[in-house]
């Protein structure tokens, strides 16, 4: 089955600075690669998603880009601010109404 | 629109006890999931459902059952409760939006096991 590994599990960065996690996945037949944002004691939400026929999609301070080929995929966030501080999680599934697998999660503290 | 609602919020459960996590949305869509979430280990599917009449084992299936009721509501029974089975459960459903299969996340349900 699919496996979903993400790095780092946390990240400090300063206000202002670029933040970057990185996930992997195990299986080539997923194809569709989505970005959750989960505050404290909050539900997660979806910040941003991929197909697999796209390389790189970008929406204001947030951009994934998905490298097929090596099997990983990366969320960049640019000028962080403090409101971006949360856990994040990627996640993997071979699209609408299959098993989604999710990575363990990333910590991002943005330090004013 | 309520989005995905879950009942009850919190719930704390003796060892060997059952019960059942109620989950139902409002948006008309066809797939939903049930998720576990232990600290540190990130989202763990359960089961999902990619439509009505239909549900599939996740990755944490054992313990757990599971009820399609209809289109709105996806129901998860715990038979004979565990220790192992403390956790945070969401519960979420997903349509079709182009090229996004956003699953929309319900507020969670706290469960305990002593």
């Known amino acids: 089955g699919e496996n979903v590994e993400q790095h780092p599990s946390t990240l400090s960065v300063q206000e202002g600075d670029s933040a970057v996690i990185k996930c992997t996945y195990s299986d080539s037949a997923s194809n569709y690669f989505p970005w959750y944002k989960q505050e404290l004691g909050k539900r997660p939400q979806l910040i941003i998603d991929i197909r697999s026929n796209v390389g790189e999609k970008k929406d204001q301070r947030i951009a994934v880009t998905l490298n097929k080929t090596a099997k990983h995929f990366s969320l960049h966030i640019t000028e962080t601010q403090p409101e971006d501080s949360a856990v994040y999680f990627c996640a993997a599934s071979q699209g609408y109404g299959q098993n989604f697998v999710f990575g363990p999660g990333t910590r991002l503290s943005v330090l004013p | 629109n309520a989005g995905v609602t879950q009942t009850p919020k919190f719930q704390v459960l003796k060892t060997g006890q059952s019960m059942t996590l109620q989950c139902a949305q409002d948006m008309n869509h066809n797939s939903m999931y049930w998720y576990r979430q232990d600290p540190g280990m990130g989202l763990r599917l359960i089961y999902y459902?990619?439509?009505?009449?239909?549900?599939d084992k996740g990755e944490v299936p054992n313990g757990y059952n599971v009820s399609r009721l209809n289109k709105r509501e996806f129901s998860l029974r715990l038979e004979s409760a565990a220790p192992s089975q403390t956790s945070v459960y969401f519960c979420?459903?997903?349509?079709?939006?182009?090229?996004?299969?956003?699953?929309?996340f319900g507020p969670g349900t706290r469960l305990t096991v002593t």
């Open positions: 459902s990619a439509s009505e009449g239909t549900t």
């Open positions: 979420a459903s997903s349509e079709i939006g182009g090229s996004s299969y956003e699953q929309y």
